[in-house]
């Protein structure tokens, strides 16, 4: 598919492979600058000072079970070693107060980039920052590998000789760890460690790195162009439906508006490129019985999650019990405080909503203090957002889970009424839990029923797309691409494509794979192609009998669940965007925006005449 990659790591320590296409770029290390604002405490700078430039061992965000026995494996590593050393506290918690050898100083969190051009070496857990920053400051490493990537980082530095080999965390002993120290501080490895200092130097910013990595993959030119036709300096976010080679930004999109050349109607999303990053499994077999599996797979975690949605639904329900007895529990000093806070800041907020009400409109602000209010013509008055925070003193606090947690009145009757969940009022009932259960039945229930009533889409699907990308198992590069499905339109057309490109690719097969054979093999290839004909006759033909079935059956699918989609909200936002962006031109820019759009506009009218012209002869024809 051929997707940019953009990797933050140094090309020295890493190099790039050379399978890997130009898509793909090593950008270099990232690094933040917090030594600038730091101030080391004083007992740290007089540690530094008092001798040779120590190790720093620490382990960062890395909590282990036993925080007192590694710290003695620590300090005992240090003492057969014969260094100095800072050892990171972490979120380990490591440390032994009152035990710290004189040799060894308890470091709080200390910037890196500040402390690490201090040391003669570091040991850590092989974080991808923590490795990056080390290396940069030109520090021979070892790494103590935990989880994830830290195994990869601690053979990449050793492997460059610019440290010690990784031992893993549960095989580390203080030996081990001494000697790695020992190995850090040759002359060998603070030439290496060097070394990576000065390519990571001249590899430069790797976030400027990164950022021209990104700008240089972006299509900018041809026909996937993310440029606005109009505005050129602007990203194009619609595609004018009568003429799609027509692409606007916002910004254009709603001066035509304005100009009432265009509706919005008229106007669709643009997707700029398109990635299948799945285009169905490899052959009909194994894609039809992996289907059948995920379909039972679903039925199965839809009734058999049950339990665990009954278990969080009584511990919710646990957990709004407990917390409705602690809003009651001060129920008798609130009544006995008629004047309480929520009494004071409902008069306060009664007071505000009022003045905001009284004052006169020529004191009421236009602009606003930094002039954008104006912008925000649909925005809440002042009088509402009085209103709004009136209501809100009012009004007792809820929980996420509308659960009143501020004070209650006073009053019996009306707490039951406001809480009849409370397990203190008479209202409470066990019917409320069974219903809740029975919901939570149901939910199970339905998505069993509907991991039963996709099969026929799944397994027809799956056994479609496995006949028809079957022959390139055997080296077939004529089998074309299937249509992305976004609906019962793209689906019906998919559907299409397969019965008449799967049976027209199938019988010309049997001629033009044997020809093409001839002219690239010879006589070899004439057998070859004779089998890649007569195999894609039959596969391509079943293709065409399964896929229009399959496909019609995915786009009705999809056709569904689009009210599930963003769609609606994202138009809503462009829609938006371009009219801010039109109401904060200034006026010397509209003049020339319009002025642009005007011309083009012209272009396009022509272009969409010449279109229809087109297509009316055609139609004669």
Same mark, same amino acid.
Request: glycine share 12%; proline share 7%.
């Given at each position: 598919?051929? @997707?940019?990659?953009?990797?933050?790591?140094?090309?020295?320590?890493?190099?790039?492979?050379?399978?890997?296409g130009?898509?793909?770029?090593?950008?270099?290390?990232v /690094?933040?600058?917090?030594?600038?604002?730091?101030? #080391?405490?004083?007992t740290?700078?007089e540690f530094?000072?008092?001798?040779?430039?120590?190790?720093?061992?620490?382990?960062?965000?890395?909590?282990?079970?036993?925080?007192?026995?590694?710290?003695?494996?620590?300090?005992?590593? &240090?003492?057969?070693?014969g &260094?100095?050393?800072?050892?990171?506290?972490?979120?380990?918690?490591?440390?032994?107060?009152?035990n710290?050898?004189?040799?060894?100083?308890?470091?709080?969190?200390?910037?890196?980039?500040?402390?690490?051009?201090?040391?003669?070496? @570091?040991?850590?857990?092989?974080?991808?920052?923590?490795?990056?920053?080390?290396?940069?400051?030109?520090?021979?490493?070892?790494?103590?590998?935990? /989880?994830?990537?830290?195994?990869?980082?601690?053979?990449?530095?050793?492997?460059?000789?610019?440290?010690?080999?990784?031992?893993?965390y549960?095989?580390?002993?203080?030996?081990?760890?001494?000697?790695?120290? =020992?190995?850090?501080?040759?002359?060998e490895?603070?030439?290496n460690?060097?070394?990576?200092?000065?390519?990571?130097?001249?590899?430069?910013?790797?976030a400027?790195?990164?950022?021209?990595?990104?700008?240089r993959?972006?299509?900018?030119?041809?026909?996937?162009?993310?440029?606005?036709?109009?505005?050129?300096?602007?990203?194009?976010?619609?595609?004018?439906?009568?003429?799609?080679?027509?692409?606007?930004?916002?910004l254009?999109?709603?001066?035509l508006?304005?100009?009432? =050349?265009?509706?919005?109607?008229?106007? *669709?999303?643009?997707?700029?490129?398109?990635?299948?990053? $799945?285009?169905?499994?490899?052959?009909?077999?194994?894609?039809?019985?992996?289907?059948?599996?995920?379909?039972?797979?679903?039925?199965?975690k839809?009734?058999g999650?049950?339990?665990?949605?009954?278990?969080?639904?009584?511990?919710?329900?646990?957990?709004?019990?407990?917390?409705?007895?602690?809003?009651?529990?001060?129920?008798?000093?609130?009544?006995?405080?008629?004047?309480?806070?929520?009494?004071?800041?409902? *008069?306060?907020?009664?007071?505000?909503?009022?003045?905001?009400?009284?004052?006169?409109?020529?004191?009421?602000?236009?602009?606003g203090?930094?002039?954008?209010?104006?912008?925000?013509s649909?925005?809440?008055?002042l009088?509402?957002?009085?209103?709004?925070?009136?209501?809100?003193?009012?009004?007792?606090?809820?929980? %996420? !889970?509308?659960?009143?947690?501020?004070?209650?009145p006073?009053?019996?009757?009306?707490?039951?009424?406001?809480?009849?969940?409370?397990?203190?009022?008479p209202?409470?009932s066990? !019917?409320?839990?069974?219903?809740?259960?029975?919901?939570?039945?149901? &939910?199970?229930l339905?998505?069993?029923?509907?991991?039963?009533?996709?099969? #026929?889409?799944?397994?027809?699907?799956?056994?479609?797309?496995?006949?028809?990308?079957?022959?390139?198992l055997?080296?077939?590069?004529? @089998? %074309?691409?299937?249509?992305?499905?976004?609906?019962?339109?793209?689906g019906?057309?998919?559907?299409?494509?397969?019965?008449?490109?799967?049976?027209?690719?199938?019988?010309?097969?049997?001629?033009?794979?044997?020809?093409?054979?001839? *002219?690239?093999?010879?006589?070899?290839?004439?057998v070859?192609?004779?089998?890649?004909?007569?195999?894609?006759?039959?596969?391509?033909?079943?293709?065409?009998?399964?896929?229009?079935?399959?496909?019609?059956?995915?786009g009705?699918?999809?056709?569904?669940?689009?009210?599930?989609? #963003?769609?609606? $909200?994202? %138009?809503?936002?462009?829609?938006?965007?371009?009219?801010?962006?039109?109401?904060?031109?200034?006026?010397?820019?509209?003049?020339?925006?319009?002025?642009l759009?005007?011309?083009?506009?012209?272009?396009?009218?022509?272009?969409?005449?010449?279109?229809?012209?087109?297509?009316e002869?055609?139609?004669?024809?």
């Amino acid at each position: 598919m051929k @997707v940019p990659y953009t990797y933050l790591w140094s090309p020295g320590l890493v190099p790039k492979p050379s399978d890997w296409g130009p898509e793909i770029d090593i950008a270099g290390f990232v /690094f933040l600058d917090l030594a600038s604002s730091f101030k #080391p405490p004083e007992t740290l700078s007089e540690f530094l000072e008092a001798g040779e430039p120590p190790v720093y061992i620490g382990f960062g965000s890395i909590v282990v079970d036993d925080p007192d026995k590694f710290t003695s494996m620590i300090f005992e590593a &240090v003492k057969l070693a014969g &260094v100095r050393a800072l050892v990171s506290k972490g979120w380990g918690g490591l440390g032994d107060e009152g035990n710290t050898p004189e040799n060894v100083y308890m470091l709080e969190n200390t910037p890196h980039d500040w402390l690490f051009p201090r040391v003669s070496a @570091v040991i850590h857990h092989g974080g991808a920052g923590t490795t990056a920053i080390g290396l940069k400051c030109g520090r021979p490493t070892m790494i103590v590998p935990f /989880f994830g990537d830290q195994p990869f980082w601690g053979t990449m530095v050793a492997k460059a000789g610019a440290g010690a080999e990784p031992i893993p965390y549960k095989h580390l002993t203080a030996e081990g760890l001494a000697e790695g120290l =020992k190995q850090c501080l040759t002359p060998e490895a603070k030439t290496n460690a060097q070394k990576l200092a000065r390519d990571i130097e001249h590899e430069g910013d790797g976030a400027q790195n990164a950022l021209d990595s990104f700008h240089r993959h972006l299509p900018l030119q041809g026909k996937n162009s993310m440029r606005c036709s109009v505005i050129q300096d602007k990203v194009a976010v619609w595609e004018f439906k009568q003429a799609s080679l027509l692409q606007l930004s916002a910004l254009a999109a709603a001066m035509l508006v304005e100009k009432k =050349k265009i509706k919005w109607n008229d106007l *669709r999303l643009v997707r700029h490129k398109e990635w299948n990053d $799945f285009e169905g499994p490899g052959e009909p077999f194994t894609g039809g019985g992996l289907a059948l599996l995920n379909s039972a797979g679903g039925f199965v975690k839809g009734i058999g999650g049950t339990p665990v949605r009954w278990a969080k639904t009584i511990k919710k329900r646990e957990r709004k019990q407990e917390r409705r007895r602690a809003s009651a529990s001060p129920k008798t000093s609130t009544e006995a405080r008629p004047s309480g806070p929520s009494n004071d800041s409902s *008069r306060k907020a009664s007071k505000a909503m009022s003045a905001a009400k009284s004052k006169p409109a020529a004191q009421k602000p236009q602009d606003g203090e930094h002039g954008v209010e104006k912008l925000l013509s649909n925005g809440p008055s002042l009088e509402s957002r009085g209103q709004k925070q009136y209501e809100e003193a009012t009004s007792p606090s809820v929980d %996420r !889970d509308g659960v009143p947690v501020g004070p209650v009145p006073s009053d019996k009757q009306s707490d039951q009424a406001a809480n009849p969940g409370d397990p203190t009022s008479p209202g409470e009932s066990e !019917d409320n839990l069974a219903e809740d259960l029975a919901v939570d039945a149901g &939910v199970g229930l339905a998505k069993s029923g509907e991991a039963l009533a996709r099969i #026929p889409m799944d397994l027809s699907l799956a056994i479609a797309q496995g006949f028809h990308n079957a022959p390139r198992l055997y080296g077939d590069t004529t @089998v %074309r691409n299937p249509t992305r499905i976004t609906g019962i339109k793209s689906g019906l057309r998919a559907a299409g494509e397969e019965l008449v490109f799967g049976v027209y690719d199938g019988v010309t097969g049997l001629w033009l794979q044997p020809y093409h054979g001839v *002219r690239e093999n010879g006589a070899l290839g004439l057998v070859q192609g004779v089998g890649k004909g007569v195999g894609g006759f039959i596969l391509k033909d079943l293709a065409a009998i399964f896929g229009p079935i399959g496909y019609t059956m995915k786009g009705v699918h999809k056709e569904l669940g689009k009210k599930n989609q #963003p769609t609606n $909200f994202i %138009r809503r936002s462009r829609v938006a965007q371009g009219q801010l962006e039109l109401r904060t031109l200034t006026p010397e820019m509209r003049t020339a925006t319009e002025s642009l759009v005007e011309k083009a506009w012209v272009v396009v009218t022509d272009v969409v005449r010449e279109t229809k012209m087109a297509d009316e002869r055609g139609v004669r024809e």
